[in-house]
Protein backbone atom coordinates (compact mmCIF):
# COMPACT_ATOMS: atom_id res chain seq x y z
CA UNK A 1 0.00 0.00 0.00
CA UNK A 2 1.71 3.26 -0.69
CA UNK A 3 1.91 6.06 1.69
CA UNK A 4 -0.27 8.12 -0.53
CA UNK A 5 -3.58 6.11 0.27
CA UNK A 6 -3.01 6.72 4.09
CA UNK A 7 -4.90 9.70 5.24
CA UNK A 8 -3.23 12.50 6.57
CA UNK A 9 -4.66 14.76 8.96
CA UNK A 10 -7.35 17.12 8.48
CA UNK A 11 -6.49 20.53 7.06
CA UNK A 12 -6.94 23.37 9.70
CA UNK A 13 -8.60 25.27 6.86
CA UNK A 14 -11.33 22.85 6.84
CA UNK A 15 -11.66 22.63 10.52
CA UNK A 16 -12.11 26.13 10.97
CA UNK A 17 -14.76 26.14 8.21
CA UNK A 18 -16.57 23.39 10.33
CA UNK A 19 -16.03 24.82 13.93
CA UNK A 20 -18.88 27.09 13.48
CA UNK A 21 -21.06 24.50 12.04
CA UNK A 22 -20.65 22.24 14.84
CA UNK A 23 -23.26 23.57 17.01
CA UNK A 24 -25.75 23.46 14.31
CA UNK A 25 -24.83 19.88 13.29
CA UNK A 26 -24.95 18.71 16.80
CA UNK A 27 -28.72 20.28 17.09
CA UNK A 28 -29.63 18.54 13.80
CA UNK A 29 -28.34 15.30 15.73
CA UNK A 30 -30.76 16.48 19.05
CA UNK A 31 -33.20 16.82 16.47
CA UNK A 32 -32.86 13.64 14.98
CA UNK A 33 -33.22 11.61 18.15
CA UNK A 34 -36.73 13.51 19.28
CA UNK A 35 -38.14 12.01 16.35
CA UNK A 36 -37.52 8.47 17.30
CA UNK A 37 -39.77 6.52 18.91
CA UNK A 38 -38.59 7.59 22.21
CA UNK A 39 -39.90 10.82 22.32
CA UNK A 40 -43.42 9.93 20.91
CA UNK A 41 -46.51 11.38 22.88
CA UNK A 42 -46.93 7.94 24.74
CA UNK A 43 -43.40 8.36 25.94
CA UNK A 44 -43.42 11.67 26.71
CA UNK A 45 -46.84 11.61 28.24
CA UNK A 46 -45.24 9.19 30.60
CA UNK A 47 -42.33 10.80 31.63
CA UNK A 48 -44.62 14.44 31.85
CA UNK A 49 -47.55 12.36 33.98
CA UNK A 50 -45.38 11.75 36.51
CA UNK A 51 -43.73 14.93 36.44
CA UNK A 52 -47.08 17.02 36.79
CA UNK A 53 -48.67 14.59 38.51
CA UNK A 54 -45.70 14.61 41.80
CA UNK A 55 -46.46 18.70 41.73
CA UNK A 56 -49.86 18.70 41.49
CA UNK A 57 -51.97 15.14 42.41
CA UNK A 58 -55.54 16.87 41.40
CA UNK A 59 -54.86 17.59 37.18
CA UNK A 60 -57.62 15.77 35.56
CA UNK A 61 -56.89 13.29 32.41
CA UNK A 62 -57.99 16.22 30.00
CA UNK A 63 -56.40 18.77 31.38
CA UNK A 64 -53.25 16.75 31.74
CA UNK A 65 -53.70 16.21 27.38
CA UNK A 66 -54.35 19.76 26.74
CA UNK A 67 -50.94 20.53 28.69
CA UNK A 68 -49.06 17.73 27.68
CA UNK A 69 -50.03 19.24 23.72
CA UNK A 70 -49.14 22.14 24.56
CA UNK A 71 -45.67 21.20 25.97
CA UNK A 72 -45.16 19.01 22.95
CA UNK A 73 -45.79 21.87 20.27
CA UNK A 74 -43.91 24.30 22.60
CA UNK A 75 -41.50 21.91 21.74
CA UNK A 76 -41.75 22.17 18.23
CA UNK A 77 -41.62 25.74 18.35
CA UNK A 78 -38.58 26.38 20.76
CA UNK A 79 -36.69 23.68 19.14
CA UNK A 80 -36.72 24.10 15.90
CA UNK A 81 -36.10 28.02 16.67
CA UNK A 82 -32.57 27.12 18.56
CA UNK A 83 -31.74 25.58 15.06
CA UNK A 84 -32.14 28.51 13.34
CA UNK A 85 -30.21 30.66 15.55
CA UNK A 86 -27.65 27.66 15.56
CA UNK A 87 -28.10 28.15 11.62
CA UNK A 88 -27.82 32.07 11.36
CA UNK A 89 -24.10 32.07 12.98
CA UNK A 90 -22.96 29.09 10.94
CA UNK A 91 -23.73 30.70 7.72
CA UNK A 92 -22.68 33.84 9.29
CA UNK A 93 -19.53 32.53 10.00
CA UNK A 94 -19.27 31.09 7.00
CA UNK A 95 -20.39 33.88 4.25
CA UNK A 96 -18.76 37.02 6.10
CA UNK A 97 -19.80 39.93 5.88
CA UNK A 98 -19.20 43.99 7.45
CA UNK A 99 -23.17 44.01 8.97
CA UNK A 100 -23.91 42.04 11.99
CA UNK A 101 -27.28 40.85 10.44
CA UNK A 102 -27.78 40.43 6.51
CA UNK A 103 -31.33 38.59 5.48
CA UNK A 104 -29.13 36.54 3.73
CA UNK A 105 -28.01 34.61 6.55
CA UNK A 106 -31.79 34.85 8.09
CA UNK A 107 -32.86 33.19 4.73
CA UNK A 108 -30.04 30.57 4.76
CA UNK A 109 -31.01 29.76 8.08
CA UNK A 110 -35.03 29.30 7.64
CA UNK A 111 -34.11 27.02 4.28
CA UNK A 112 -32.13 24.85 6.53
CA UNK A 113 -34.75 24.81 9.43
CA UNK A 114 -37.28 24.09 6.74
CA UNK A 115 -35.14 21.09 5.24
CA UNK A 116 -34.71 19.67 8.56
CA UNK A 117 -38.91 20.26 9.43
CA UNK A 118 -39.70 18.59 6.41
CA UNK A 119 -37.23 16.25 6.71
CA UNK A 120 -38.23 15.29 10.17
CA UNK A 121 -41.81 14.80 9.53
CA UNK A 122 -40.95 12.63 6.28
CA UNK A 123 -38.89 10.24 8.95
CA UNK A 124 -41.53 10.00 11.14
CA UNK A 125 -43.72 8.91 8.50
CA UNK A 126 -41.86 5.68 8.50
CA UNK A 127 -42.10 5.41 12.67
CA UNK A 128 -45.26 3.64 13.73
CA UNK A 129 -45.56 5.37 16.90
CA UNK A 130 -45.30 9.06 15.50
CA UNK A 131 -47.41 10.64 13.16
CA UNK A 132 -46.32 13.16 10.30
CA UNK A 133 -47.69 16.56 10.04
CA UNK A 134 -47.23 19.23 8.13
CA UNK A 135 -48.39 21.71 10.54
CA UNK A 136 -45.81 20.46 12.67
CA UNK A 137 -43.56 22.19 9.68
CA UNK A 138 -45.74 25.41 9.92
CA UNK A 139 -45.08 25.02 13.64
CA UNK A 140 -41.46 24.86 13.47
CA UNK A 141 -40.93 27.29 10.65
CA UNK A 142 -42.88 29.70 13.22
CA UNK A 143 -40.56 29.37 15.85
CA UNK A 144 -37.12 29.80 13.13
CA UNK A 145 -38.87 33.11 12.01
CA UNK A 146 -39.02 34.13 15.68
CA UNK A 147 -36.10 33.56 16.62
CA UNK A 148 -34.75 35.24 13.28
CA UNK A 149 -36.67 38.29 13.72
CA UNK A 150 -35.03 38.33 17.69
CA UNK A 151 -31.86 37.91 16.24
CA UNK A 152 -32.20 40.77 13.73
CA UNK A 153 -33.98 42.90 16.34
CA UNK A 154 -30.73 42.84 18.67
CA UNK A 155 -27.92 43.21 16.21
CA UNK A 156 -29.76 46.24 14.87
CA UNK A 157 -30.34 47.66 18.49
CA UNK A 158 -27.15 46.57 19.76
CA UNK A 159 -25.33 48.59 16.37
CA UNK A 160 -27.33 51.53 16.30
CA UNK A 161 -26.72 51.85 20.51
CA UNK A 162 -22.95 51.56 19.27
CA UNK A 163 -23.46 54.10 16.36
CA UNK A 164 -24.88 56.43 19.28
CA UNK A 165 -21.64 55.96 21.49
CA UNK A 166 -19.27 56.73 18.72
CA UNK A 167 -20.59 59.65 17.43
CA UNK A 168 -21.30 61.31 20.67
CA UNK A 169 -17.64 60.52 21.96
CA UNK A 170 -16.21 61.51 18.47
CA UNK A 171 -18.28 64.96 19.42
CA UNK A 172 -16.45 65.39 22.16
Keep these: MSSSAVPGPMPASFLRRLLPWLPTLLWLSVLASF ?49 GVFAFYSWRA ?49 GAVFFQVVIASFTSLSSSARRRKTSSTSRK
Design 35 to 83: STDVFSAEHTGTVLWKIIHALYSGITERQFQALHFLVRKAAHFGSYGIL
Design 94 to 142: SLPARPRWTIRWSGLALLLTLAAAALDEFHQSFVSSRTASPRDVMLDMM
